[in-house]
């Protein structure tokens, strides 16, 4: 009859007896020890699932237990019952090559569908099914945070200001999903010439902006940028996706010490910025679109792109402007290309 | 330090004094877990993970538990994880929801936004309690398992009123000296509570904290006075684009300077005085608790504990976190190598709970209490 050395341990004390299993082909167990003799039905015995090379664990009705290390036997023992087939599977899977090279390929083909394709996808669908007052709300409390950490009140005059949100108005009356819009001025000296697409159709220029535009279809064509980003919801999408991307990234390492999770960081950053460059170049596509519906010349989004670029002329910023758009010579080389065609109309 | 000191603890099996002292011996912790078994492992299960969009990360966080317990050695006898992957999927799903309810009520109703601090303070010892009864019932050590109780008024006037002055700062090194104590002294390992009999707690978590912030601001001036000028005349050439590729995408080359300037600050400045604080904390508490008439002892050190967080962040960062597992068990093993139980007798004398209140209670509460929230 065969047996296997384990350790007993009654669940009522810490003592450890050094005992021998053997298993009965009658479907029973006998775990024999000094001073110790009992009888389990097999049926009753609780055995744990196999988790590398780790001590196995038999737990018996009245409380005891057996521990050893004798993975092997105890796979056999199992098998022969028809038992455990689903645990089995699972240390198969966890142990041997192919397998494991199967879930290296899986994870990384798997987490680069999910980040590229999966992940925007959904926050694509949660963001349009997001029902308006959420919205409303989320653009309101984006504009009081900008307002409270970056903006102060425009010095624009009334007029320049009525004549700008008459012509946005028209502008949304044009084109299909957008509904309502509302232009907003704000002076800033730290974000300097720019503009921002908020929530609920909420679109900021800054002051700085207004000023550096020298012909009216430059501020048409950022307008036209912006109601790129409204459109497509980008906001939403863009909170919904970092959040997701968040978790991913904390789901993944989050069982190792805090000081080493600091290098997630950086990816979660890199992929961040990705996303912000797709929804730039989406943005771009749909401006691009209406300037040519409209017959403006494109040079006029290229003109104002370079002069912002110039206005923020020093290169020792650029990693943070230019990680989260596209590179903006390569956003100028395309209006001027699409240009030159239609130049002749 | 004097292992045999009694702590006013009363052991069942410690009647005769001179027995006691003659029988003091040091029981080392060990762990036999290999990072290829460990890695294997774990990629499965991120795999399963990923395939069941995350459903299966109760599972994986078992399997990897029960990996990690069950290669911890002590007195030739692993440690066991017990933790039911439903029960932690339960919890996860009550926190998420949780979570969904928080952020929409939140932009409904204003007013949860403003008290939102005041509904956290209110909802942190609950969490705290459920995580800390969770992993102790599901811990077990020679089939006894760990306990903790506590009543629901003490939890909550121990982080309710020190969390309020933690939250000033200042109060933080008391605020976690407190919640340390509360957290060892409610433990229990069977029906033995274990103890944590320091005198001086509050005032060497003072010191501890104060040391860790002189690093930080020390080595933040010298780094960036000596390292920052250097980096910036290397890299500078890289700066302004060179090549036709550069022109279209100079973000590129903004990436090394940006990666040398996060490695440099993250690895010279915030992990010395972070490894430092880990260390001292780790070794003064564990060194201080005890259980019965068994004192712990942890002998981390600073200069190995900068080494491996150090060699584990840039290890992770160029694997692309594969080399995650591999970073984990060499960290186990690091801190259980250092971590020793300094016995009076052996550990026979530990009696289980289990006969009689535990087991009733224990079911009944197993439905709320048992949730894990440990992410």
Redesign the interface.
């Known amino acids: 009859m065969r047996h296997i050395a384990a350790t007993f341990y009654d669940g009522k004390t810490a003592h450890k007896k050094d005992v021998r299993l053997y298993f009965e082909g009658t479907g029973h167990m006998r775990v024999v020890g000094l001073g110790t003799d009992l009888v389990y039905p097999l049926s009753a015995v609780r055995i744990t699932s196999r988790v590398g090379n780790t001590p196995r664990s038999l737990y018996f009705p009245d409380g005891g237990k057996c521990e050893t290390l004798e993975n092997d036997t105890i796979d056999a023992i199992l098998q022969r019952q028809g038992k455990g087939q689903w645990q089995s599977m699972l240390h198969t899977l966890e142990s041997r090559l192919g397998y494991v090279f199967l879930a290296l390929v899986l994870t990384v083909v798997g987490g680069w569908g999910l980040v590229k394709y999966g992940i925007p996808a959904l926050a694509t669908r949660v963001a349009y099914a997001v029902p308006a007052s959420v919205d409303v709300a989320l653009g309101r409390e984006g504009l009081e945070i900008l307002d409270q950490v970056l903006f102060s009140p425009s010095a624009l005059d009334d007029q320049r200001q009525t004549h700008l949100r008459l012509q946005l108005a028209d502008m949304a009356g044009e084109i299909d999903e957008v509904q309502s819009l509302r232009l907003e001025f704000r002076k800033s000296e730290r974000v300097g010439p720019n503009a921002f697409a908020l929530p609920s159709g909420i679109i900021v220029l800054t002051d700085k902006l207004v000023l550096l535009a020298e012909h009216p279809n430059e501020l048409t064509s950022v307008l036209a940028h912006e109601i790129g980003h409204i459109r497509h919801r980008h906001a939403l999408r863009s909170l919904l996706q970092n959040s997701a991307v968040v978790l991913l990234i904390a789901s993944v390492t989050g069982d190792v010490t805090s000081i080493t999770a600091l290098s997630a960081a950086l990816p979660t950053m890199l992929l961040e910025a990705q996303y912000s460059r797709a929804f730039e170049t989406e943005a771009d596509q749909f401006a691009l679109q209406y300037l040519q519906e409209h017959n403006i010349p494109l040079t006029h989004f290229a003109d104002m792109l370079t002069r912002m670029e110039n206005y923020k002329g020093t290169p020792g910023q650029v990693p943070d402007y230019l990680a989260t758009h596209p590179a903006t010579s390569q956003r100028v080389k395309m209006f001027q290309d699409k240009n030159s065609p239609d130049s002749g109309k | 330090m004097d292992p045999t000191i009694d702590q006013g603890k009363i052991s069942p099996a410690s009647t005769v004094v001179e027995e006691e002292a003659h029988s003091t011996k040091t029981i080392p912790f060990e762990f036999t877990g290999k990072a290829d ?5 774990w ?9 069941t969009l ?1 459903i299966y ?1 109760a599972w994986a ?1 078992v ?2 538990k ?2 990690l ?3 911890t050695w002590l007195q ?3 440690f ?1 994880y017990l933790g039911d992957p439903n029960k932690i999927l339960k919890g996860r799903l009550i926190i998420g929801g949780g979570l969904l309810i928080y952020f ?1 009520a939140s ?2 109703l204003p007013f949860v936004d403003e008290y939102s601090w005041l509904l956290f303070l209110l909802i942190l010892p609950w969490l705290v309690v459920m995580a800390r009864t969770f992993t102790a019932r599901n811990s077990s ?4 398992r760990f306990d903790f109780r506590t009543t629901w008024g003490e939890a909550f006037k121990v982080f309710f009123g020190l969390a309020l002055i933690g939250a000033t700062g200042l109060g933080y090194p008391y605020f976690v000296c407190r919640r340390t104590e509360f957290v060892v002294s409610h433990s229990r390992y ?1 029906t033995t509570p274990l103890a944590l009999p320091w005198q001086n707690g509050v005032r060497t978590f003072y010191a501890m904290y104060l040391a860790a912030g002189g690093i930080f601001v020390v080595l933040f001036f010298v780094i960036g006075m000596v390292l920052m000028p250097i980096l910036s005349q290397t890299f500078s050439p890289f ?2 684009p060179q090549t036709q590729d550069q ?5 590129l080359a ?2 090394p ?3 040398s300037f ?1 490695l440099s600050m ?1 690895l010279l400045v ?2 010395p005085a ?2 430092y604080l ?1 260390t001292a904390i780790t070794n003064f508490i564990w060194s201080n608790i005890t259980i019965a008439n068994h004192r712990f002892y942890s002998s981390l050190e600073t200069s190995q504990m900068i080494w491996l ?1 150090g060699s ?3 290890a ?2 160029l694997s ?3 080399l ?1 597992p591999w ?2 068990i060499r ?1 186990v093993r690091y801190r259980l190598d250092h971590l020793k139980l300094l016995g009076a007798g052996d ?6 709970s ?2 009689g209140e535990v087991a009733a209670a224990g079911e009944e509460a197993s439905e709320f209490f048992d949730v894990d929230v440990g ?1």
Do not use: D
């Open positions: 078994e460990y890695f294997k492992i990629i499965v299960n991120v795999a399963l993970t990923i395939v995350g990360s966080k399997r990897k029960r990996y317990y069950g290669n030739g006898t692993s066991e929409v932009f409904f050590y020679c089939n006894i069977g700066m302004v022109q279209h995408a100079p973000w903004a990436i300077v940006f990666l996060f993250g915030y992990l972070f490894a880990k967080y584990n962040a840039v992770i960062l692309l976190g594969l995650i970073a984990t960290t550990l026979n004398e530990f009696v289980s289990q006969q992410i």
